[in-house]
């Protein structure tokens, strides 16, 4: 658990370590919804059969249809989302819901909530228009209060990439810190060998405003 921003300074390790039980149960729910279940359970037939004879193994993948079978309940049959306003607000909520296809988006995100434990919803503009997207949980780093830890204080969304020029490899860590009202933006270099640590910013931070007092992160 996160209680301040100090996990991104220079020298810390990433991930943060006390993310990392989180991240890898994440990956192992994937490669289960994937059906890649001899990639989780480790010699799982001789757990399930201990003499060993010759055996027929199916895989049903189960942990995927009951993902599924969660988001199918309910949203398979679109559900009519009103508001009591004006004709003019119910047709503002239509459009959002057309431009950002929204139903499947939260189609995406059921399942997330199955398959991970955690759903991610993100707001955005493109400078015109608001939008509302499905974000991946292993992304996602809660900041809470020491003292309530219902009581969040950001949201920051970090991924890594690499830029490969002839031999030499660089990885990066692109970072943005929510809070209500604003996003920071921030691009960190990452150390290239072992255990990736923070290096240092590659370019000034960002800061911009949202105009809305709330985070533009939804879990």
């Keep these: 658990m996160l209680f301040d921003l100090s ?57 995927k249809r009951l993902s599924l079978l969660w988001a199918d309940l309910l949203l398979s049959e679109p559900p009519k989302i009103t508001t009591g306003s004006s004709k003019k607000d119910q047709e503002e909520i239509d459009r959002i819901i057309d431009d950002n296809n929204l139903l499947n988006v939260l189609y995406e ?15 955005y503009s493109d400078g015109l228009r608001g939008f509302i997207g499905s974000s991946q949980p292993g992304i996602w780093f809660p900041v809470v209060d020491r003292n309530n830890i219902k009581n969040t204080l950001y949201h920051v969304m970090a991924w890594t990439y690499e830029e490969v020029s002839g031999n ?42 949202t105009g809305v007092e709330d985070f533009l992160i939804i879990p």
């Design 168 to 209: 030499n490899k660089r990885v990066f860590l692109n970072v943005q810190i929510h809070e209500k009202g604003k996003i920071t933006k921030r691009l960190y270099s990452l150390t290239n060998s072992g255990e990736y640590k923070i290096q240092g910013l590659v370019k000034p931070e960002e800061t911009i405003s």
């Design 7 to 63: 996990f991104l300074d220079i020298g810390k390790p990433w991930p943060p370590p006390s993310e990392k039980d989180r991240l890898q149960r994440y990956a192992e729910n994937k490669l289960l919804f994937k059906g890649k279940h001899s990639e989780v359970y480790k010699d799982w037939v001789r757990l399930l059969r201990d003499d060993k004879k010759a055996t027929m193994e199916i895989i049903l993948n189960w942990h």
């Design 109 to 123: 995100t059921v399942i997330d909530i199955s398959r991970y434990g955690d759903g991610i919803l993100s707001v």
